[in-house]
């Protein structure tokens, strides 16, 4: 069984910073890109970082220099360290994986940041 956890979420004041993790199972993490998605309230879930096996990274414009994606595999769990957060960062975070061609995605977790 897949399951992905998501953890490191809270609120801040904007220029600050917060690490989030995402501990998995049920997968041979070290061969699997991992990404992060955020949804705003109202809005849809968008792309924000991944990570490959390789560990080959890409951003989405907004976060690029600000926020860093990053994997441990002998803990099968991927980072992401957001730094100088904005409010337009506000958003529920979600982890995911595709495994076996299908996505799986964790429950999210909540980051609010205030001005």
């Known amino acids: 069984q897949v399951q992905l956890v998501e953890s490191g979420g809270g609120s801040v004041q904007a220029g600050e910073s917060l690490r989030l993790s995402c501990r998995t199972s049920g997968i041979n993490f070290k061969i699997h890109r991992m990404g992060w998605y955020r949804q705003a309230p109202g809005k849809q879930r968008d792309f924000v970082a991944a990570?490959?096996?390789?560990?080959?990274?890409n951003y989405t414009d907004s976060v690029k220099a600000r926020f860093t994606i990053s994997r441990n595999n002998a803990w099968n769990t991927v980072y992401l360290q957001m730094n100088s957060l904005s409010v337009e960062d506000t958003a529920v975070y979600y982890c995911q994986t595709t495994y076996k061609s299908r996505n799986y995605w964790g429950r999210g977790t909540q980051v609010t940041v205030s001005s």
């Open positions: 990570i490959s096996s390789d560990g080959s990274t």
